[in-house]
């Protein structure tokens, strides 16, 4: 079982300025339930990841990757009905970590929200999923 540490952009203000800005992407950044997205602003390629959620409860959401996509600067996408919701990473982050369309992960997040709001900031979480074993 791997496991990647994330981010969660979820309120307004951390999910419009997701990564705009950055020269460097430390870890994936997870925007629930969304299916479309764009590139404004942003210095570098990303590699967007499609989620369509199987189960959720109020801590895990169990999903399986259905697009992996690469996303130049200044670009807009729109992705399949079946969506839920992506995860935007440095390009090629999730095949060095042997991840692939088609595989089950589950999403948790651990940091709980904070007693008064902050509309900046982002919540830990982490990526769980099986590695293929299956020989081609």
């Known amino acids: 079982m791997r496991r990647i540490q994330m981010d969660g952009a979820t309120t307004f203000w951390s999910r419009f300025l997701g990564l ?62 079946h969506v839920d919701s992506v995860l935007e990473c440095p390009v090629g982050y999730f095949e060095q970590a042997g991840f692939s369309v088609g595989q089950r992960c589950t999403i948790t997040l651990t940091k709980r929200p904070y007693l008064f709001y902050q509309p900046f900031s982002k919540r830990e979480g982490y990526l769980t999923y099986e590695e293929d074993h299956s020989e081609g």
């Open 20 to 81: 705009m800005g950055k020269t460097k992407v430390d870890r994936p950044l997870w925007f629930p339930r969304c299916r479309s997205l764009h590139s404004f602003f942003m210095k570098m390629p990303i590699e967007v990841i499609g989620l369509a959620n199987i189960t959720q409860d109020k801590e895990k959401i169990r999903a399986m990757v259905v697009s992996q996509t690469v996303l130049l600067p200044w670009r807009t996408l729109v992705l399949s009905p």
